[in-house]
Nanobody, 125 residues
Framework: QVQLVESGGDLVQPGGSLRLSCELS????????IAWFRQAPGKEREGVSC????????NYADSVKGRFTISRDDAKNTVYLQMNGLKSEDTAVYYCARRPSGGQCSTQSSGYDYWGQGTQVTVSS
């Protein structure tokens, strides 16, 4: 069955770095895009970044451009989110999700049909 499993969340100090992983299984990757979303307590879910597994097209929210990088490792069936220069406002539960894609992707949550369970990222001194 389709599975997306996140890992890598942790407590980190402001300015620090983390790499989140989203391990994929149960579907043919090239027909999909993978996105990272986050949700902080009391706030709406926010799209962070996405990558098309067909074209490698990537997209980022303005709030993370220049700090976060999305990438893939096909040998490990994994999509990563490298987060540098972390700020307190990056504190949230981070989720990965998949959406059918022909070559581009969107950080809008519409159309994402399978989601992981989430991993907690806390940025605090």
């Amino acid at each position: 069955q389709v599975q997306l499993v996140e890992s890598g969340g942790d407590l980190v100090q402001p300015g620090g770095s983390l790499r989140l992983s989203c391990e994929l299984s149960g579907f043919i990757f090239m027909y999909y895009a993978i996105a990272w979303f986050r949700q902080a307590p009391g706030k709406e879910r926010e799209g962070v970044s996405c990558i098309s597994l067909y074209s490698d097209y990537t997209n980022y929210a303005d709030s993370v451009k220049g700090r976060f990088t999305i990438s893939r490792d096909d040998a490990k069936n994994t999509v990563y989110l490298q987060m540098n220069g972390l700020k307190s406002e990056d504190t949230a539960v981070y989720y990965c999700a998949r959406r059918p894609s022909g070559g581009q992707c969107s950080t809008q949550s519409s159309g994402y049909d399978y989601w992981g369970q989430g991993t907690q990222v806390t940025v605090s001194s």
